[in-house]
């Protein structure tokens, strides 16, 4: 029986961990001392999947959307659903997953980390023979898939700059994802960048 690697996630696990009691400790420069109650994100996102385990020859680079989620509980400290999907010719990656995240806030920017927990999804697409157009009863043409679902985890972290105090650009977002399907676990890395929406604000307003 051959053991998977734990050497890369074991790095990955060190890192968020650092990165979480760093930014915990660092002092608060200039940080903000109003944030929003509830961030909507939503962009592109770029994966590169590691489809060697269900038996392609390579990686497999995908592309699609991230969308986000998230509950400001203090003014650091708070929670994230975190929804993607990633395609290619042949392969569709999903992600449903939610955990804590820690956010370093300036006056017009922010540094965020989190720790990721949930279900991946992976769907090979299995084309049909092409229909016969000469016989009585043509094959209609179609997709058939395999399907696998199973646990999930991942980590990371990203930099947001504002545009406005209800707007925000994710300047990037990058991503470690294991997700454990097809009887294997697959390694993986995403990046996004897109708008995040704010709705309610918590902590203190400066008096004018």
Same mark, same amino acid.
């Given at each position: 029986?051959?053991?998977?690697?734990?050497?890369?996630?074991?790095?990955?696990?060190?890192?968020?961990?650092?990165?979480?009691?760093?930014?915990?400790?660092?002092?608060?420069?200039?940080?903000?001392?109003?944030?929003?109650?509830?961030?909507?994100?939503?962009?592109?996102?770029?994966?590169?999947?590691?489809?060697?385990?269900?038996?392609?020859?390579?990686?497999?680079?995908?592309?699609?959307?991230?969308?986000?989620?998230?509950?400001?509980?203090?003014?650091?400290?708070?929670?994230?659903?975190?929804?993607?999907?990633?395609?290619?010719?042949?392969?569709?990656?999903?992600?449903?997953?939610?955990? #804590?995240?820690?956010?370093? @806030?300036?006056?017009?920017?922010? &540094?965020?980390?989190?720790?990721? =927990? $949930?279900?991946? +999804?992976?769907?090979?697409?299995?084309?049909?023979?092409?229909?016969?157009?000469?016989?009585?009863?043509?094959?209609?043409?179609?997709?058939?898939?395999?399907?696998?679902?199973?646990?999930?985890?991942?980590?990371?972290?990203?930099?947001?700059?504002?545009?406005? #105090?209800?707007?925000?650009? @994710?300047?990037?977002?990058?991503? &470690?994802?294991?997700?454990?399907? =097809? $009887?294997?676990? +697959?390694?993986?890395?995403?990046?996004?960048?897109?708008?995040?929406?704010?709705?309610?604000?918590?902590?203190?307003?400066?008096?004018?």
């Amino acid at each position: 029986m051959t053991l998977a690697p734990e050497g890369p996630v074991r790095r990955i696990s060190a890192l968020v961990i650092f990165c979480f009691l760093f930014l915990g400790l660092v002092p608060s420069f200039c940080s903000a001392q109003v944030a929003s109650r509830w961030d909507v994100f939503g962009g592109f996102s770029a994966r590169r999947f590691d489809s060697t385990t269900i038996g392609y020859k390579d990686y497999s680079y995908l592309y699609g959307w991230n969308a986000q989620g998230a509950i400001n509980i203090t003014l650091k400290f708070g929670a994230v659903l975190d929804l993607s999907g990633n395609y290619g010719s042949k392969l569709d990656v999903y992600n449903f997953m939610i955990g #804590p995240q820690y956010s370093w @806030r300036r006056d017009k920017s922010r &540094f965020f980390v989190h720790g990721l =927990f $949930g279900k991946g +999804q992976v769907r090979v697409n299995i084309p049909n023979a092409p229909p016969n157009l000469g016989g009585n009863n043509p094959q209609q043409p179609g997709r058939s898939y395999f399907e696998s679902v199973g646990k999930a985890f991942g980590g990371g972290g990203g930099f947001d700059v504002d545009l406005s #105090p209800r707007i925000t650009v @994710r300047v990037f977002q990058a991503d &470690f994802l294991r997700n454990d399907t =097809f $009887g294997a676990n +697959q390694d993986d890395f995403r990046v996004s960048g897109g708008l995040v929406f704010h709705f309610g604000h918590i902590g203190h307003r400066p008096k004018l």
